[in-house]
């Protein structure tokens, strides 16, 4: 597997789990399918799998920028797929501003300082809000692709 996303898509589909009616997320929210959160949704709203695939395909891309912009193209290409699919994902959770917030973690990740970079996730507020997705981007950042177990990563 040469792709990040082939191989982070699942992993964050995963994390985020589907839902086809809004509900209202951890942070007060109007969320549905796969952790979609905007203007377009409000509660009572009901999607079919098609609307939930279609908005989580634009969510992804656009968390892939913005894990690509928080570190250095050398950061990125040295961190392998499996530690690029845990920044995605994370960017899909947190969004831009609150991945540039960990700006101990990038500079561990800029250092391939991986152990410490795993260490200040798990020091994060996320991590106290959702524990066992952020253990898991721990455990991924310390073993790098060697997380990866036939194709596919932890859930």
Not at 109 to 125: G, I, K, P, V
Request: charged share 25%.
């Amino acid at each position: 597997m040469t792709d990040f996303a082939a191989l982070g898509q699942p992993y964050t589909k995963a994390n985020e789990g589907l839902r086809l009616t809004a509900y209202t997320d951890t942070r007060g929210f109007s969320t549905i399918g796969f952790g979609h959160a905007g203007t377009d949704v409000h509660p009572g709203l009901v999607w079919t799998q098609e609307q939930a695939d279609a908005a989580f395909a634009a969510d992804y891309a656009r968390a892939t920028g913005e894990a690509q912009n928080c570190v250095s193209l050398d950061c990125w290409n040295a961190m392998g797929i499996a530690r690029q699919a845990v920044l995605v994902d994370m960017a899909f959770q947190l969004g831009f501003r609150g991945l540039r917030q960990f700006v101990t973690m990038r500079r561990s990740l800029e250092e391939q300082r991986w152990s410490d970079a795993a260490d200040d996730a798990l020091e994060s507020l996320a991590a106290r809000q959702t524990p066992n997705r952020w253990e898991r981007h721990a455990e991924i950042l310390r073993e790098g692709d060697d997380a990866i177990v036939d194709g596919t990563l932890p859930t």
